[in-house]
C-alpha cells in the first residue's frame, strides 16, 4: 500500500494490506510479528477462546514472516481483521508506524499492543479498553505492579529494567514507570494524533519509537498510567525476545539516552 493512502505528512512503509473482515469495534489490537510461529497461532486461539475478537478488531503487523504462520484462512479462522505485511525498510518501528497509520485512518479511538510471541497474559485486554474508555491517553502495562506477574523473567533482563532502563525512562517521562521494556500498552487516538508527538516520522525505525512514546505523553500532560499484566518466560528452551545480542543492547542503550535528551521530539 502507498503513502497516498495516509495523510500526506506521515512517513510510513509500503506495506500489502489484507482485510478478512469490516472494522466491528472503536478498538484495535496491533500486534507486530516476524515468524513467531506457533506462538502466534497459539497466542490468536487464545484470544479467540476468550472473546477478544468481540471486543477489538486484531490487527497483524507483518515484518515479513516466512514461516507460514500467516496463513490467510487460518489468521481469518482466528477472528483476525487485517493483516498487514510491510514490504518498506524498517524494523518494529516501521511496523508499528504502518499499523498505527493504518488504525487511525479505519478510524478506531484506541490502540493497544501486544508483542506476538506468547508471553503477555491476554485477558487483561479489556482492562487496556477500560482505561481508554475512560480517557487515558497512554497505559503501560507492568508485571512489577501489585496483582502484576514476572513469570521466569531471565535475571539479565529483570535487572536491566530495574536498574537501567526504567530509571532512564521514568525520568525523561517525569513520573515513575516500572516496566518499560513491556511491549503491552495502549494508546490514545488523541495522542497519536497530537501534533507535538508526530510518531510517523523515518526516524522511528528499530526500537526508537517504544522508548518515545513511553514519555512523551506525559512530558506533554496527558493522561497516563500504568496497569498490573502477566509477562511469561518458557519455562525451557530458546527466550522468545526481540533484542538478545550485544548490539542489539547497545542500540537500546543508545536510543534510552536520545529519548532523555529529547532528540525523538518534533522540531
Not at 508499528?96 to 499492543?113: D, H, P, S, V
Not at 496497569?227 to 511469561?232: A, E, G, L, N, Y
Not at 547497545?250 to 525523538?264: D, V
Amino acid at each position: 500500500m502507498s503513502h497516498d493512502y495516509f495523510d500526506a505528512n506521515w512517513q510510513v512503509p509500503n506495506f500489502e494490506l489484507f482485510e478478512f473482515g469490516s472494522k466491528r469495534s472503536s478498538y484495535a489490537i496491533c500486534i507486530p510479528i516476524i515468524n513467531e510461529g506457533v506462538r502466534i497461532t497459539g497466542q490468536l486461539a487464545r484470544m479467540r477462546d476468550i472473546k477478544i475478537p468481540e471486543i477489538a478488531d486484531i490487527l497483524l503487523l507483518d515484518g515479513g514472516s516466512t514461516d507460514g504462520s500467516t496463513n490467510h484462512a487460518k489468521l481469518d479462522s482466528y477472528g483476525v481483521r487485517s493483516l498487514l505485511l510491510k514490504t518498506g525498510s524498517g524494523k518494529l518501528s516501521a511496523q508499528l508506524r504502518m499499523g498505527f497509520a493504518y488504525a487511525l485512518q479505519q478510524g478506531y479511538e484506541g490502540i493497544i499492543t501486544v508483542d506476538g510471541n506468547g508471553k503477555d497474559g491476554i485477558e487483561a485486554i479489556p482492562d487496556f479498553i477500560y482505561q481508554l474508555q475512560s480517557g487515558l491517553d497512554f497505559v503501560q502495562g507492568s508485571r512489577y505492579l501489585q496483582g502484576g506477574q514476572a513469570v521466569n523473567t531471565p535475571l539479565v533482563r529483570a535487572l536491566a529494567i530495574n536498574l537501567l532502563h526504567a530509571p532512564i525512562i521514568s525520568l525523561a517521562a517525569g513520573r515513575k514507570f516500572t516496566d518499560t521494556t513491556n511491549g503491552f500498552r495502549a494508546f490514545s487516538r488523541r495522542y497519536l494524533l497530537d501534533p507535538r508527538v508526530q510518531p510517523f516520522r523515518d526516524i522511528f525505525c528499530t526500537y526508537e519509537l517504544l522508548a518515545y512514546l513511553s514519555v512523551r505523553a506525559t512530558q506533554l500532560s496527558l493522561k497516563t498510567t500504568e496497569i498490573p499484566v502477566i509477562r511469561q518466560y518458557p519455562d525451557k528452551g530458546k527466550i522468545p525476545t526481540k533484542i538478545s545480542h550485544f548490539a542489539g543492547n547497545l542500540l537500546l542503550l543508545k536510543i534510552l539516552l536520545k529519548t532523555l535528551r529529547g532528540n525523538f521530539n518534533p522540531a
